[in-house]
C-alpha cells in the first residue's frame, strides 16, 4: 500500500519527459488517450474535464499543463471496464503503469473514483488538486445536461444561475454526483465561482464537442 491508494509502481525504464511530474507531455497524453478511448462522447468528457482543470489550475496558481493532462485521462479505462464498473480505476492503475505517468499522478487520478466502487468504497481525496478533479469532471455532466434542454441546445446561451438552478433540482441529470461538484469548496471556491469557470472553459471548446 503507498499512500492513501494502492498503486501500480512505474517500470524503472520508462523513458521520462522533462515534465517529471507527471512522467508524460501534454502531447503524448493526447496520444495516449486515443489508444484507449474511441467513442466520441467519451472524448469530449475527457477534454472536457482538460479544459476545466486547466482553467481552475490557472485561477488556482497552479501547473496548468499537469492539471490538463490529468483531466485528459481521468477515465482513461473507461471502454475497458463498462460492463463491470467496479474495475474502473484498477484498470487505470495499469492503463498508466504501462503509459509511464508518474506514481503521484496516479494517485491523483485515481483517487476520483473513491467511494463508488468495490475497489475504492472509501472518499480519502485530500489535496486539492484531487478535489479539483473530482468536482471538474462531474460537474462535465451538468452542464451538458443544462444544455440539452435548451430550445437551440446551444451553451454560448447557458448561465451561471441556470446551472444552479439544475444543481438543486435532485430529479435532474440524477446521476450527477451533487456533493462530489461540493468539494469545489475545498479549493477555497464558492460554488458559484466554480460553476463559472467551468461553464466558461466549456463554453471556450463549444464547437469542439458539439454544443
Same mark, same amino acid.
Given at each position: ?78 471502454? $475497458? #471496464?463498462?460492463? =463491470?464498473?467496479?474495475?474502473?480505476? @484498477?484498470?487505470?492503475?495499469? &492503463?498508466? !503503469? ?49 444544455? $440539452? #434542454?435548451?430550445? =437551440?441546445?446551444?451553451?454560448?446561451? @447557458?448561465?451561471?444561475?441556470? &446551472?444552479? !438552478? ?46
Amino acid at each position: 500500500m503507498r499512500g492513501r491508494y494502492r498503486l501500480l509502481a512505474v517500470d524503472l525504464n520508462c523513458n521520462k519527459s522533462v515534465f517529471m511530474q507527471a512522467g508524460i507531455t501534454s502531447d503524448q497524453a493526447r496520444e495516449v488517450l486515443k489508444k484507449y478511448i474511441k467513442e466520441p462522447a467519451n472524448l469530449s468528457h475527457c477534454r472536457e474535464s482538460e479544459v476545466i482543470m486547466r482553467a481552475l489550475a490557472k485561477r488556482l496558481s497552479e501547473d496548468e499543463e499537469l492539471w490538463g493532462i490529468a483531466g485528459l485521462l481521468h477515465d482513461i479505462d473507461w471502454e $475497458l #471496464v463498462l460492463n =463491470d464498473v467496479d474495475e474502473h480505476g @484498477v484498470k487505470m492503475q495499469e &492503463i498508466l !503503469k504501462t503509459e509511464c505517468v508518474s506514481d503521484e499522478l496516479t494517485q491523483v487520478i485515481v483517487s476520483h473514483v473513491g467511494g463508488f466502487t468495490k475497489h475504492f468504497p472509501e472518499n480519502k481525496r485530500a489535496t486539492k488538486f484531487e478535489h479539483a478533479l473530482a468536482a471538474a469532471e462531474t460537474i462535465t455532466g451538468l452542464i451538458f445536461a443544462s444544455t $440539452l #434542454v435548451r430550445p =437551440d441546445k446551444k451553451i454560448a446561451a @447557458v448561465e451561471v444561475k441556470s &446551472i444552479k !438552478k439544475k444543481m438543486k433540482d435532485k430529479s435532474f441529470a440524477a446521476k450527477v454526483n451533487r456533493d462530489v461538484i461540493g468539494e469545489c469548496e475545498q479549493l477555497g471556491l464558492s460554488l458559484d465561482e466554480f460553476i463559472e469557470i467551468s461553464l466558461g472553459a466549456m463554453k471556450s471548446i463549444a464547437a469542439e464537442i458539439g454544443l
